[in-house]
Nanobody, 124 residues
């Protein structure tokens, strides 16, 4: 059974940094791409960033480009999202997801497995 567990969320102030972690169990971690999504209250779930199976290719939403960095450690079955210069509009529940593909994907329909999410709140 595949399980994804996120951690690292919390309450921070605008301009602060925060790093989210995701650990996957139940299948070979380096078999597919991974992604981070987020969902703010009253809004649809959106892609934040995605990373290929090897870590060699990444994709970022325009809203986080140059502020967030996605990475993975296949030896530890873990993925990370370093979030810098946080803004109040980054407030959301952040989800870790495992893709059906090797390359980074921006659509949630391309992801098979999801974590339960971790709350990130950025105060102004």
């Amino acid at each position: 059974q595949v399980q994804l567990v996120e951690s690292g969320g919390g309450l921070v102030q605008a301009g602060d940094s925060l790093t989210l972690s995701c650990v996957e169990t139940g299948r070979p971690f380096d078999s597919t791409a991974m992604g981070w999504f987020r969902q703010a209250p009253g809004k649809e779930r959106e892609i934040v960033a995605s990373i290929s199976w090897s870590g060699g290719h990444t994709y970022y939403a325009d809203s986080v480009k140059d502020r967030f960095v996605i990475s993975r450690d296949n030896a530890k079955n873990m993925m990370f999202l370093q979030m810098n210069s946080l803004k109040p509009e980054d407030t959301a529940v952040y989800y870790c997801a495992a893709s059906k593909h090797l390359a980074p994907m921006g659509s949630s329909s391309e992801y098979d497995y999801w974590g339960q999410g971790t709350q990130v709140t950025v105060s102004s």
